[in-house]
């Protein structure tokens, strides 16, 4: 299937180059975060919703989901939390860390979940929660498809 | 990357369908870190455990079983979800037990060593200077990297599972030399005595820079640290900060002077802590009005000394009535408590002590947080402080002593 033209960022460029990636080209809804993430200390892996308190994205679905985050936290759960949760068809299309730990990447290598790693610019300069936004790990690049609806709850 | 003949082998399937799938997830691993080859590694400490793994990891477990997966070093298991013995008793779901029991049963077949320790490196294997392990618990590798100057990266669940059957790991990260010189600078002018002050400077530093790579050098340190104050110290830096190795000059084996630790570069930051910072972290916590009946001591699991200092802490005292105290260890130190009588004093106190386990990885924890009202979780470990967030807890850091005070006066002393 033919990809739609990426739209411009803010800035005009509309793409982010990341430093390292693995996986699939995939496309999807940004779901942009201020703090870093855990699958074991942040996340309900049941529902898949963030669910520490306090958290900057409380109560968000990370189904489907093209994460931005800007570091890995803690834990060596993600190795088999990645493949749990995409087991359970709540895992995320893509995630895309600031800085990562070998951790986030073995779990998403062993669950075929596409990461990403290095961000050549702060992500919130292109994109806002709710963009759909291509992943693409060959190019290692990650572009603005299209803009959120204005209707559409944000937040990052 | 630059494959050997046997590797090449492997990945044409010559050692078998397991091996050859370990092999691949290890090459993608690798290629994403940049690894130009493999090394060869000694020993393996993997986590599995059903409340981690979830269906679909008990199923690719069961899958390697058939395939014929044998894990060709030792190979021991970190801390589980379940002690069998108190399933009914803290209210899990039994059915998550018998999954449990069967997961065990694939890792036997496996070749693996159900331990079910994080302070492996304690109990069981202390590697030597320079010696590659794989090993998951991101405690036993800062331990493993950063005391015995031994290398290891985090290695989870299923990529521990591949270096167990392949036998190596991708070399990067705190396998190379580049990567375990220090590049935070770290002045300790606290008197650190207790272990949650250990485990509160891991939470300063860890907190302030979240980063795998980053390797804070601790210098001016007064006490010469015990291998609990080390434990401690490490899991709150790699549960914090993410972190995999650390320095302190005139003790860990690759810091004997300040410039060493740094590999003669200059650390990227300093920072100070004064027992002024130490304080600051105790008066950070709250209760929020709610009553402190649930203290524990866990993560990592005790080790026999922790569990004679809770013995004598506790020796001719009774817990509260309506309030509950854990503590966690692993099989070993449990039976050597009991035959040296700590155990006894920890138990007539009214401490219920759970082996194989750690508290915030117990199957149903936030069910079980519910069902016995429990809001605020005291405890003398940061890791734990950080972690069991997760399942809605509030948690609240203490001294040892002031631990056991609260268990059994109530009383609040930080």
Known sequence: MRCPSPARGRDGTGSLRVTRAFGAAVEGEALISDEGFSPRYDLDRWTGLISRPGHALEGRDIKDKILITPSAKGGIAAGWAF???????????????????????????????????????????????????RVDPGRKTIELVNRRATSQGGGT | MRLTAEEKKILRGAMGPAAKLALELQVEIGKFFGARRFVPVSNVHMMGDIEVMGDGGKDFLERMVKLGARCVRNTTTNARCFDFDYVAMLGQDAGEADKERKLISCLRQLNVVTADTCINYQTIYQPHKGE?????????VIYANSVFGARSNFESGPAALAAAITGRVPEYGFHLDRHRRGTIKVSVTA???????????????????????????????????????????????????????????????????????????????????????????????????????????????????????LAELLDGRKVKPGTRVFVTTSNGVKSAAAKLGYLDKITTAGATVLEGVCFYILQNIAQIRVKNGWSNLVTNSAKLANIIGAHRFNAILRRTAACIDIACAGEDRP
């Open chain 1, 83 to 133: 493949y749990d949760i995409k087991c359970k068809g709540i895992a995320p299309k893509a995630f895309v860390f600031g800085i990562t730990n070998p951790v986030m990447v073995q779990g998403a290598v062993f669950a075929g979940i596409t990461i990403t790693e290095g961000w050549s610019r702060d992500p919130h300069d292109i994109f806002k929660t709710g963009d759909i936004v």
């Open chain 2, 191 to 309: 008197r650190l005595e207790d272990l949650a002050d250990w485990g509160a400077v891991g939470k300063i530093v860890g907190s302030a820079h979240q980063d795998y790579f980053a390797v804070p050098v601790f210098d001016g340190i007064k006490e010469k640290p015990s291998a609990d104050q080390l434990k401690h110290l490490g899991a709150a830096l790699a549960s914090y900060g993410s972190m995999g190795m650390f320095h302190m000059v005139g003790v860990t084996p690759e810091a004997p002077t300040l410039r060493a630790a740094f590999g003669g570069r200059r650390p990227r930051t300093t920072m100070t802590i004064t027992s002024r910072d130490i304080d600051r972290v105790y008066a950070g916590y709250e209760t929020h009005g709610n009553p402190l009946n649930l203290v524990v001591f866990s993560g990592p699991q005790q080790s026999l000394f922790e569990m004679k200092r």
């Open chain 2, 132 to 140: 590659r392990v794989a090993w998951g618990d991101t405690g036993t």
